[in-house]
T-cell receptor
Framework: EPEVTQTPSHQVTQMGQEVILRCVPI?????FYWYRQILGQKVEFLVSFYNNEISEKSEIFDDQFSVERPDGSNFTLKIRSTKLEDSAMYFCASSRQFLAGGTGELFFGEGSRLTVL | DAKTTQPNSMESNEEEPVHLPCNHS???????IHWYRQLPSQGPEYVIHGLTSNVNNRMASLAIAEDRKSSTLILHRATLRDAAVYYC???????????FGKGTRLHILP
């Protein structure tokens, strides 16, 4: 069964360092997402991406964050200068259909745990 | 924005049916009802969705009230592996994202 894969599974970094989290969405999917989940809290939407541009972003997704689909298969989330509060599990998700039609479903990866020291 | 209300937690015995309720009294006619779940230490996964009619798939059944103001996710025979947080989510016709609430934490007792 096709799946969304994410790397690394766990990354430890120093505050102020740049981090890139990588995702390989399911191959025929067109809509891509990043979510995060701080330990013990709910899953939060960060950004959606379609047709090589950001469709929507949340308040969390400030200038320190960026996304890219560099080569048609990978989808990356970059945090330019990490802060302690960026420590969380980051989930990538993809969908074949536009969710607003109501019938699409998101497929999530297993997540990348980011620990900022 | 249409919102959902779910109990914080529920408990059920293994191999018994589980009925997870969700209230969405402000639902509009074009909003779809989706359910996702998150197993421990995993990403969320899609369970089922519906609009007006009851729906069945290999994982669960979704019973939607006639007025659509509530729905119930039914796990017909719970296993320990079904212990998870279950999220009831409305997808509106202008949304292209899922917003997760706190969901219901389901505990399965052996």
């Amino acid at each position: 069964e096709p799946e969304v894969t994410q790397t690394p599974s766990h990354q430890v970094t120093q505050m102020g360092q740049e981090v890139i989290l990588r995702c390989v969405p399911i191959s025929n999917h067109l809509y891509f997402y990043w979510y995060r989940q701080i330990l013990g809290q709910k899953v939060e939407f960060l950004v959606s991406f379609y047709n090589n541009e950001i469709s929507e972003k949340s308040e969390i997704f400030d200038d320190q964050f960026s996304v890219e689909r560099p080569d048609g298969s990978n989808f990356t989330l970059k945090i330019r200068s990490t802060k302690l509060e960026d420590s969380a599990m980051y989930f990538c998700a993809s969908s074949r259909q536009f969710l607003a039609g109501g019938t699409g479903e998101l497929f999530f990866g297993e997540g990348s745990r980011l620990t900022v020291l | 924005d249409a919102k959902t209300t779910q109990p914080n937690s529920m408990e059920s015995n293994e191999e018994e049916p589980v009925h997870l309720p969700c209230n969405h009294s402000t639902i509009s006619g074009t909003d779809y009802i989706h359910w996702y779940r998150q197993l421990p230490s995993q990403g969320p996964e899609y369970v089922i969705h519906g609009l007006t009619s009851n729906v069945n798939n290999r994982m669960a059944s979704l019973a939607i009230a006639e007025d659509r103001k509530s729905s119930t996710l039914i796990l017909h025979r719970a296993t320990l592996r079904d212990a998870a947080v279950y999220y009831c989510i409305l997808i509106m016709n202008r949304d292209d994202k899922i917003i997760f609430g706190k969901g219901t934490r389901l505990h399965i007792l052996p």
